[in-house]
C-alpha cells in the first residue's frame, strides 16, 4: 500500500496552500502515462511526448494532501495535448488515476537549478509540524549535494548518519500520524526519499 496523497477536493485550506505558490489555479488531471515514460521524470516525460505528438509543457507543481497532517507542492511538468487538454503523462508512485497540477509560469524546469518542495503542516496537528521540520532538514542536506543537478553528489557519513536518523524519526511520525487516523498511511513515499539520498 503506498500513500494515499491525491487531494480529494479543493478544500479552502489546500486553496489557501496553493495560493502562497501561484496565482493560478489547481486543477485535476487525469494520469495517462506515456509510451516509455518513466516514473519521476516528468519533464524528460514530457518533453518526448511533445516531440512525439505535438503540443506542450505546462510547468507548475503537483500537489500532495495527506489528510490530517500536511500539504506538499513538488516541481512538475505535464503535457497540454495540440487539442489543450491537459494530461499528466508521467506514472505516479501510487497509480492514481487523476493529479492536482497547480499551474506556475514562473516555474520553470531548469535542470541546473533544482526547485525544492513545499511542505506545510496543517494546522493545529504537533506530530504533522514536527514531521515537516524533520523534512525540511533533510532536504536541506540533500539539496546541499545537488551541486547545480537534479543528481545528488556522494553525501559525507555524517550527513548520511543524519538523513538516516532523519528518516527513522519521520518514520516514527507518520505511524503515529497513522495511528492518529489517517486514512492510508504507508511510509513508501518517505522510504523513496531515504533510498535516493543515500
Not at 15 to 25: K, Q, R, V
Not at 163 to 170: H, K, N
Request: hydrophobic content about 40%; overall charge negative.
Amino acid at each position: 500500500m503506498q500513500l494515499d496523497t491525491v487531494p480529494r477536493e479543493l478544500t479552502p485550506e489546500l486553496l489557501a496552500f496553493c495560493g502562497t505558490i501561484s496565482d493560478e489555479a489547481p486543477c485535476f488531471v487525469p494520469s495517462v502515462p506515456g509510451t516509455g515514460a518513466v516514473l519521476g521524470s516528468c519533464f524528460d516525460n514530457v518533453a518526448r511526448e511533445v516531440e512525439r505528438s505535438g503540443g506542450s509543457i505546462v510547468h507548475g507543481w503537483a500537489i500532495w494532501h495527506l489528510r490530517g497532517a500536511y500539504y506538499e507542492a513538488e516541481h512538475h511538468g505535464i503535457w497540454s495535448t495540440p487539442g489543450g487538454e491537459l494530461l499528466d503523462v508521467t506514472p505516479q508512485l501510487n497509480g492514481a488515476p487523476k493529479l492536482l497540477f497547480l499551474p506556475d509560469l514562473c516555474a520553470t524546469y531548469d535542470p541546473a537549478r533544482f526547485r525544492r518542495n513545499v511542505i506545510e503542516a496543517e494546522a493545529g496537528n504537533a506530530v504533522a509540524a514536527e514531521f515537516v521540520r524533520f523534512a525540511r532538514r533533510r532536504s536541506e542536506i540533500v539539496d546541499s549535494y545537488r551541486a547545480g543537478s537534479p543528481q545528488i553528489a556522494k553525501m559525507t557519513i555524517v550527513h548520511k548518519m543524519e538523513v538516516a536518523l532523519i528518516m527513522l524519526r519521520m518514520n516514527d511520525l507518520l505511524e503515529r500520524l497513522r495511528a492518529g487516523g489517517l486514512e492510508t498511511c504507508d511510509l513508501g513515499r518517505v522510504d523513496a526519499c531515504a533510498r535516493q539520498a543515500s
